[in-house]
């Protein structure tokens, strides 16, 4: 987007605010993948995120129970939140039904006493893509049980109106199909989502590979980018995240700045003034 036609944010007052709370940071990032929980920390430490997702898929309660007492993981992960001021984003990942992600969501608000939730509604196990329809309405139901609701979903503009309608604090539109590093695949799609949304808070989820994608992500105008294979699955996942966290810090300070405008001639950086007449005019000597 650039700012011929639209006013940029002001970098000086520039925070991202959802439902209400200051978040941190405009990375975002996932606690899977990672070789071991020592990497994990690092890499989280390193890119001092806005979010940390979590995810608990299918699962006994008894195994829940063990993963969140003393030595669990997910106790050890909100030790490491606590020091970087990220914030716990519970995930309804490997659902294909509104009412499994709505359990899901349940029981992760008492597990982890958190109301924020990313809503994910699988509809095909191939793509990973989101199924619209049971995605409206498990986040029609999550809303009015308070939950503020972050919902993974595709880059259709109704689809996305459709949810901001709802209420969901934001809305996360994929980048590429997730794990595939392929970035940002429809960039038309999404620049039309920001100047169509202009008030709503977007997030690019799933795709990304490389930091300058996410860079242009937000260059674009979206708010934050949601990401984990990037980073988990890198040679160094801790320098990888340091990484993405400069390019979305540019990315938005770009934004801020106010992008040029592309032209399609180019056009002289250096002035006319007090060349020969026959620059200034286009003739030749």
Known sequence: MNTENNVAPDAGADVL???????????????????SPQVMGDAIAAATPGFV?????????????????EHGHWHLLHQQLASTGAKLLP?????????E??????????????????????GDDYSLQPHPLQLVEAARELVAQ???????????LVLCQTLLEL???????????????KGLMNPYQLKTLRERLPQAVLVVDAGLGKPSQAMAALEMGFDAVL????VARAHDPAAMAAAFRQAVDGGRAAYCAGLMCER???SPSTPTLGLPFWHQSGGTA
């Open 227 to 230: 990401l984990n294979t990037a």
């Open 17 to 35: 605010q959802i439902a209400g709370e200051t978040i941190s940071s405009r990375l975002w990032l996932g606690s899977s993948l990672y070789p």
């Open 53 to 69: 997702t979590v995810s608990l898929r299918r699962q006994s309660a008894a195994q829940v129970q063990e993963q969140v007492s």
């Open 101 to 122: 992600a709505i359990l899901l969501a349940q029981m992760a608000r008492e597990l982890f006493a958190t109301d924020w939730i990313k809503l994910e509604v699988i």
């Open 264 to 266: 399609d001639q180019a």
């Open 167 to 181: 209420g969901c604090a934001a809305v996360m539109p994929w980048g590429a199909p997730i794990g595939t590093g």
């Open 146 to 156: 308070g939950f503020k609701v972050l919902p993974y979903c595709t880059d259709d």
């Open 91 to 99: 995930n309804t990942a490997g659902c294909h039904s509104a009412r």
